[in-house]
């Protein structure tokens, strides 16, 4: 069974500080996906990323940025500069890979990023 | 494009009445996913279609639950009778194949039973 753990309930941090949300799988799956989702207070879940299980590079967008790392089953997300209107829950999200019925998302708990002026 | 639409937003219903949501998925996605999201819970997948046929609907709570998608462009999911504790936010989701896509989210609905 696929699992998602997200060990950080909640974080605060201060304008400007970088932050780091962690992600931790669990797979029997040789092939599979990663995605982070935002849901900032209006409630809407937002695409962030998603990885498949050969790409191991790191990402950057802007202020974002992954660290993937399969020996050790993560999949962390970092914010520089971090602003208040990074101010969400995030969600870090596994998809088992099967062509013919779909893919299913199972996701983390999620983590409250509150961002102080 | 619009992305996934939802309906309605809120819905404020007494026990034991029926509800029925409403998703319209991002035209050309073959999949469509209904997920509810509680405190208790967090997201939970409660059944998933692709190309309008249901493929695991092993989520979905009890019989009272029910969902269906007479096309493309539209599915429900409809709760008879409601209970107090399927109060919780239900998102809509779809994707362009159903393998391995990334999924887009409506809205959601959040529901309150009474």
């Known amino acids: 069974a696929q699992k998602v753990t997200q060990a950080q309930t909640e974080i605060s941090v201060v304008e400007k500080e970088d932050v780091t949300l962690d992600c931790v799988y669990e797979?029997?799956?040789?092939?599979?996906?990663l995605f982070w989702y935002k849901q900032p207070p209006s409630g809407e879940l937002v695409f962030l990323i998603r990885?498949?299980?050969?790409?191991?590079q790191n990402e950057i967008s802007g202020r974002y940025s992954w660290n993937f790392q399969k020996s050790t089953s993560s999949f962390n997300f970092t914010i520089t500069a971090s602003q208040v209107v990074d101010s969400a829950v995030y969600f870090c999200?596994?998809?088992?890979?099967?062509?013919?019925?779909?893919?299913?998302?199972?996701f983390g708990e999620g983590t409250q990023l509150t961002v102080n002026p | 494009d619009a992305g996934v639409i939802q309906s309605p937003r809120h819905e404020v219903t007494e026990m034991g009445q029926e509800v029925t949501l409403r998703c319209k998925p991002i035209s050309g996605h073959n999949s469509l996913f209904w997920y509810r999201q509680t405190m208790m819970r967090g997201l939970e997948l409660l059944i998933y279609f692709n190309n309008n046929v249901p493929i695991d609907d092993s989520g979905m709570p009890e019989d009272r639950f029910s969902a269906k998608m007479p096309n493309a462009s539209f599915s429900t999911l409809k709760i008879q009778p409601s209970e107090p504790r399927d109060s919780a936010v239900y998102f809509c989701a779809s994707n362009p194949t159903g393998a391995w896509d990334t999924q887009y989210f409506g809205p959601g609905t959040r529901l309150t039973v009474l």
């Open positions: 990885r498949n299980s050969f790409d191991e």
């Open positions: 797979t029997r799956d040789t092939t599979y996906y």
């Open positions: 999200a596994l998809s088992e890979a099967k062509e013919t019925s779909g893919s299913r998302l199972t």
